[in-house]
């Protein structure tokens, strides 16, 4: 909370004349009363007595708030309040607005049934409101007598019709005249001509703390560092924007996140551009008539690479390659996370941070992996603070502790409800010692035994249907994500099975487990259409050891089936779906040490193939359909 009755009122206000004084040409300042306050150095007018105030007070009906009345003891009224109010009410001006503006009206026209406070309060402000502006540019600034806090200070709003936004809100009159300041300073900051210099006490401080604001950051101070470089770029100081955007983007805020006057630097380029073009290219819609506005100043050759850039993230083969040490380090967490250890890619990336080194001054962190396909999706907001919490580029500090990790190690998660709740039924293949690129070979017909490159699988099952060519009725052909699933297990996974039949289901373990063993486990104990079922299959060196059934209310098994499995455990009764398939899948994670990458297979980025069919061939008798369509 602001004491705004100790406020220095005087000292602040002829620092702000001043600077306005100075930022205007000589002999250029239009209107002879702006010539008179330029010679003067003052935008104010003489002190309003108690009496007058107290005048204005009953003609008002209302004591005014404090800050308002500190205000009018130094200067009775003011110009150029920011760079949209010409004349700011005094003693004489302050008048009720009574909506003259009929902006009330016209605000309730758009207001719901069911509008809330801070709705309600955007009608009933120009009903009530005391209005403080006199001259302006379509600016509307009033002070609210009904939103006062415990000080009695009355909150201020302005509006102005080509803002296109609701009202602002100034928490007390002292705050909305340190905004305008902020205004006019950031009014001035972007009026630069190259010629002339808008510098003065105010923007030395400034400039200064956006310095201290860089190393702080690099010691890991990241708030204080960013609540500095937000002041500062609230008076629009050069390199706050490009610095505070760097850190935003690692907090996940991504919205006008643009690198301001960095992104177009050729020396920080090659960090800055990839996540910027990477936000552009997940909302354009193919639109890219937005991508040149924030490369503005930008020469040929950085546009070309923009353009270049922005195709390799849309195909995927953006690849994020810093030099030194660290990007060595980058290869590793790469090879890590497109097999699904994202975890271990983390940890690896954040071992590493203190091998990283800046491409200059204004480089506060390592940006561009963001946009690589495989190691952007490892960011969250928690692991963004650690690594901004990390000490870096030569700076010393205290290590961050350790995010949590994001997949549990296990395979009961597959139980949960995901965002959505889509996933009823699922299939996966674990086999035991070999790589995850050796599964095609094992679970694919010859012609198609390869690894696409690493995609979503919502962007998989695309491409996938976009080529296919041919459609069966009788065929099960599973498009799997593959990784690996803990020590000695890799996974095939297929998070949208299709309809299981149990009449015609070929498990595909044995095929998987030439020289090896193979686990194959379909669950659909809370599939939305059909009956619940599960199926768990067990082969080593090409032969089935055992398997079981579970559908249409019974179960059907073969072999020898260990007791942590056995399905008597589990289905004595399925009213609960959720909590049997959990207790089946810790038993499978148990008997096997497997798990699946939760974070990799939800968020992540991984190579997936097309099964041969998980159906056995037609028997004589038995029809189908086959779709083929033209090239």
């Known amino acids: 909370m602001t004491d705004t009755t100790a406020f220095d009122w005087r000292r602040f206000l002829l620092s702000w004349s001043g600077e306005w004084a100075d930022s205007q040409p000589e002999g250029e300042t239009p209107g002879e009363d702006d010539e008179a306050a330029r010679r003067a150095r003052w935008l104010g007018f003489p002190p309003a007595s108690e009496e007058r105030i107290a005048a204005m007070e009953e003609r008002l009906g209302r004591r005014m708030s404090p800050s308002y009345r500190e205000f009018l003891k130094v200067s009775d009224g003011w110009r150029h309040a920011g760079g949209f109010v010409w004349l700011l009410a005094g003693t004489t001006d302050a008048r009720w607005h009574n909506d003259e503006s009929g902006l009330g009206d016209m605000f309730e026209e758009y207001l719901d049934e069911d509008a809330g406070p801070e709705e309600r309060r955007e009608v009933d402000i120009w009903r009530r409101g005391l209005q403080l502006d006199v001259e302006s540019d379509a600016t509307h600034v009033l002070m609210d007598p009904e939103d006062v806090d415990e000080d009695g200070e009355w909150a201020v709003y302005t509006w102005a019709s080509w803002r296109a936004a609701p009202p602002e809100r100034h928490a007390n009159f002292l705050e909305f005249m340190r905004d305008m300041h902020r205004e006019f300073h950031n009014l001035q900051a972007h009026r630069s001509d190259g010629e002339s210099v808008f510098a003065n006490d105010t923007t030395r401080r400034l400039d200064t703390l956006v310095e201290e604001a860089r190393l702080e950051a690099l010691r890991g101070g990241w708030e204080q560092a960013g609540k500095a470089l937000d002041e500062a770029k609230a008076y629009g100081r050069p390199r706050a924007a490009g610095l505070g955007d760097q850190i935003r983007r690692l907090l996940g805020q991504t919205y006008m996140v643009y690198y301001d006057g960095l992104v177009t630097d050729p020396q920080y380029a090659p960090e800055l551009l990839p996540p910027l073009v990477a936000e552009h290219a997940a909302h354009s819609y193919r639109d890219d008539s937005t991508l040149t506005f924030h490369l503005r100043g930008a ?55 203190p091998l990283w080194e800046p491409l ?126 803990g020590a000695g297990w890799s996974f095939a ?14 498990s595909p373990a044995v095929a998987a487990s030439a020289g090896t063993r193979a686990v194959v486990v379909w669950s659909g104990l809370r599939t939305r259409s059909g009956e619940p079922f599960f199926h768990l299959s067990v082969a080593r060196d090409g032969a089935e050891q055992y398997a079981f059934t579970y559908a249409d209310g019974e179960v059907r098994s073969s072999g020898e089936i260990p007791r942590a499995l056995d399905p008597s455990r589990f289905f004595g009764t399925v009213e609960d779906g959720a909590e049997v398939e959990r207790s089946l899948l810790e038993a499978v994670s148990g008997e096997f040490g497997a798990c699946l990458p939760r974070h990799a297979i939800a968020n992540g980025r991984l190579h997936t193939f097309v099964t041969r069919s998980w159906t056995r061939p037609p028997r004589d008798g038995e029809t189908y359909m086959v779709i083929r369509l033209g090239p």
Do not use: C, I, K
Request: cysteine-free; proline content about 8%.
């Open 299 to 353: 020469d040929d050759a950085l546009v070309s690479l923009a353009y270049a850039t922005l195709d390799q993230v849309r195909n995927g083969t953006y690849r994020y390659t810093p030099a030194g040490p660290f990007g060595d380090t980058v290869e590793r967490a790469r090879e890590l996370a497109r097999w699904g250890d994202t975890d271990g890619a983390w940890r690896t990336l954040m071992d590493a941070v």
């Open 360 to 485: 200059g001054p204004d480089h506060l962190v390592p940006l561009g992996w963001v946009a690589d396909p495989v190691l952007g999706p490892l960011l969250t907001p928690e692991r963004g603070r650690e690594l901004l919490s990390a000490p870096r580029g030569g700076q010393r500090g205290e290590a961050p502790g350790p995010t949590a990790g994001l997949d549990p190690g296990r395979l009961a998660w597959l139980a949960e409800p995901d965002p959505g709740n889509n996933r009823t039924s699922y299939r996966f293949v674990l086999v035991e010692g070999v790589e995850p690129e050796e599964l095609p070979g094992r679970l694919a017909d010859e012609d198609e035994a390869l690894l696409n490159e690493p995609m979503t699988l919502w962007e998989a099952r695309r491409r996938s249907l976009h080529h296919q060519r041919e459609f069966s009725s009788y065929d099960d052909r599973a498009l799997m994500a593959v990784g690996r699933a």
């Open 493 to 506: 996974f297929d998070g949208d099975a299709a309809q299981f039949d149990r009449q015609r289901f070929s």
